[in-house]
């Protein structure tokens, strides 16, 4: 009787707990569920060992699980909004991406402060169907450990800009403006300065602090997304 009545109680507590499960994580957002940055990797990982311990073992109050699992959702959405809201704490809790593979040529340095080897590099880039690094203008190895590549112009799959059907411009961009925050690294690279950046802003009729993010690409052509945009079309499933 002692079997069945845990079997029992094992079986009603994943009856009850998933659907709470399925709430907080629509709570917690697609954030949490898509790309796993590091700390909603922790995240999971603790809501599932909370869940995992309360299924397992019926001696665990069941009320306790329930509480646990709906603090661990208001902790992760607290941290989404702070880092949404502060830049800097975002960049503590997460890693940068990072240039690996520049002109052709691996950046050892960025490599080893990744504690990533060649042989991982060659796997992400083979299984993108680039099988020499000679091939490749840059890499980029985002915050959730994918490989982002762009090849160099002769490996590239030829586009209607590349057979003159549309004007042509640089596919290459940089950040330059971040939530009205000025990248003055992006500046220096381009060889342009902030007076240049204010006369191409007021030549468009935009003050700094509208922006709410903008690149520039090699040939210093701005791209702005303003901090109020017009009502996109509605997408359903």
Same mark, same amino acid.
């Not at 915050?143 to 112009?153: E, I, M, P, Q, S």
């Given at each position: 009787?002692?079997i ?5 109680m &094992?079986?009603?507590?994943?009856? $009850? ?7 907080? /994580? @629509? ?10 940055? &590091?700390?909603?990797?922790? !995240?999971?990982?603790a ?13 665990i ?5 329930? *509480? ?5 959702g208001?902790?992760?959405?607290? *941290?989404?909004? @702070?880092?949404?809201k502060?830049? %800097?704490?975002? #960049?503590?809790?997460?890693f940068?991406?990072?240039? *690996? ?5 691996? @950046? ?5 402060k @990744?504690?990533?080897s &060649? ?23 985002e ?11 002769a %490996? ?7 057979l003159?059907?549309? #004007? ?9 403006? *971040?939530?009205? $925050? &000025? ?9 342009k ?5 204010e006369? #191409? ?5 935009l003050? #700094? ?5 903008? $690149? ?5 052509e701005?791209?702005v997304s303003?901090?109020? $945009? /017009?009502?996109?079309p509605? !997408?359903?499933?």
């Open positions: 009787m002692d069945l009545k845990d079997a029992l &094992v079986a009603g507590r994943i009856v $009850t707990i998933f659907p709470l499960m399925l709430v907080i /994580g @629509l709570f917690m957002g697609r954030r949490s569920i898509g790309e796993l940055p &590091v700390f909603d990797f922790l !995240i999971i990982i809501l599932g060992a909370v869940v995992g311990a309360d299924i397992a073992d019926p001696n109050e069941h009320i306790h699980t329930a *509480v646990a699992i709906v603090l661990i208001l902790l992760q959405r607290g *941290v989404s909004v @702070l880092t949404i502060y830049r %800097k704490f975002g #960049q503590l809790i997460t940068e991406p990072t240039v *690996v593979v520049y002109k052709g040529s691996l @950046l050892v340095n960025n490599l080893k @990744l504690r990533y &060649v042989d991982n590099i060659s796997q992400m880039l083979r299984e993108k169907d680039i099988f020499h690094i000679s091939d490749v203008e840059f890499a980029i190895l915050a959730n450990g994918k490989l982002t590549v762009y090849k160099k112009g %490996k590239a799959v030829p586009t209607r800009e590349d003159g059907l549309v #004007q042509q411009h640089s596919d290459l961009s940089y950040p330059l403006i *971040v939530e009205g $925050t &000025v990248y003055k690294k992006t500046l220096a690279y381009i060889k300065d902030e007076i240049w950046l006369s #191409q802003l007021q030549a468009k009729g003050q #700094q602090e509208d922006i709410f993010y903008a $690149t520039v690409d090699d040939n210093g701005i791209y303003e901090q109020t $945009t /017009g009502n996109p509605p !997408i359903r499933h």
